[in-house]
């Protein structure tokens, strides 16, 4: 099953840097923000849009990304990090790291992009990596439903399960962002395909080269 690790916590560093640096900064933004500067980072940071003046958060379109490694608590960080951990390793030695880091990045910002289209016209904000992370999700489901053959039984199940008690619980959890989940999870779901059709016209460009 590959979401299961057995590297130590040097090899870990050494093979997921990305994930390693998006874990660090995560903690460390959520430390500096509850312990030292009074939430002010949140203020700063977090995805906002309001009714007239600034309807899609445009007005500021930086926290489109700064809302990513903010969180609202420690049960959101922690579970956020703990997602991160476990699912996101495959996912950046798959794509290599600097495609990893643009896919969780754009997987994140569509997420918001989502949110603030369906909100358009509210006082809505929000703040988390969820969005990014469902990205990772739907990468996966991409190779689920169309790759079959990559995944074994069990990561295929774990695929399934967890998408699925992730969106029943974001649509009974009043507050968690659950378009920010959908939005995220379908950009990543886009991406991996066209990752693999990228990859795949490559191949066959090498193959061809090769032959002449």
Excluded at 88 to 117: C, I, K, T
Excluded at 125 to 154: H, M, P, Q, T, W
Excluded at 172 to 187: D, E, F, Q, R, Y
Aim: proline fraction near 3%; charge should be neutral.
């Amino acid at each position: 099953m590959m979401f299961l690790r057995y590297e130590n916590f040097r090899s870990y560093l050494q093979l997921y840097p990305i994930t390693t640096i998006i874990l660090a900064v995560n903690l460390i933004v959520f430390l500096l923000d509850f312990l030292v500067l009074d939430r002010r980072l949140t203020i700063w940071g977090a995805f906002y849009q309001e009714p007239v003046l600034d309807r899609y958060g445009l007005s500021e379109p930086y926290r489109y990304l700064s809302s990513i490694i903010l969180h609202a608590g420690w049960d959101h960080l922690l579970f956020n990090c703990f997602s991160t951990l476990v699912f996101a390793p495959p996912l950046e030695r798959m794509l290599g790291h600097l495609r990893y880091l643009l896919f969780y990045l754009a997987a994140g910002v569509a997420g918001n992009a989502l949110s603030a289209a369906i909100h358009a016209g509210t006082e809505y904000g929000s703040v988390g990596a969820s969005g990014a992370i469902y990205g990772v999700f739907g990468a996966y489901l991409f190779l689920a439903v169309f790759r079959k053959n990559d995944l074994d039984e069990a990561t295929r199940k774990t695929i399934y399960g967890t998408l699925a008690f992730g969106l029943i619980y974001s649509v009974l959890s009043p507050a968690i962002n659950v378009w920010a989940h959908v939005g995220g999870g379908a950009a990543g779901f886009a991406m991996m395909g066209v990752f693999l059709i990228l990859r795949s016209k490559r191949g066959s460009a090498l193959v061809e080269r090769r032959d002449d």
